[in-house]
């Protein structure tokens, strides 16, 4: 059975930083694309990065040069280091696993998180 556990979300001020993981069990995702998306209180849930299967990053425009996404395929983990975090970055995060190896909008996740709360205040 595939899981993906996600940890390091919390309550961190504007400006702050968070780093976020997700362990992946179950399988290998190591020819895989892996992702993040988040989803805020009364909105859709919406990309925020993805990382294929050579490494090749994707970034929603909002995160850019604020979030990197990594992977490190001998221990099955993804992370999420966000920076400069605003308000507007509040949302549950969630981890994402791809059928595919590389990333595209027209994809959607195989497996997903049960998601990690991020809270930035003013």
């Known amino acids: 059975q595939v899981r993906l556990v996600e940890s390091g979300g919390g309550l961190v001020q504007t400006g702050g930083s968070l780093k976020l993981f997700c362990v992946v069990s179950?399988?290998?995702?190591?020819?895989?694309?892996l992702g993040w998306f988040r989803q805020a209180p009364g909105k859709e849930r919406e990309f925020v990065a993805a990382?294929?299967?050579?490494?090749?990053?994707y970034y929603a425009e909002s995160v850019k040069d604020r979030f990197t996404i990594s992977r490190d395929n001998a221990k099955n983990t993804q992370y999420l280091q966000m920076n400069s975090l605003k308000p507007e970055d509040t949302a549950v995060y969630y981890c994402?696993?791809?059928?595919?190896?590389?990333?595209?909008?027209?994809?959607?996740?195989?497996?997903w998180g049960q998601g990690t709360q991020v809270t930035v205040s003013s």
């Open positions: 994402a696993a791809f059928a595919t190896s590389t990333y595209s909008t027209n994809t959607r996740p195989s497996y």
């Open positions: 179950g399988r290998t995702f190591s020819s895989n694309a």
């Open positions: 990382i294929s299967w050579a490494r090749t990053t």
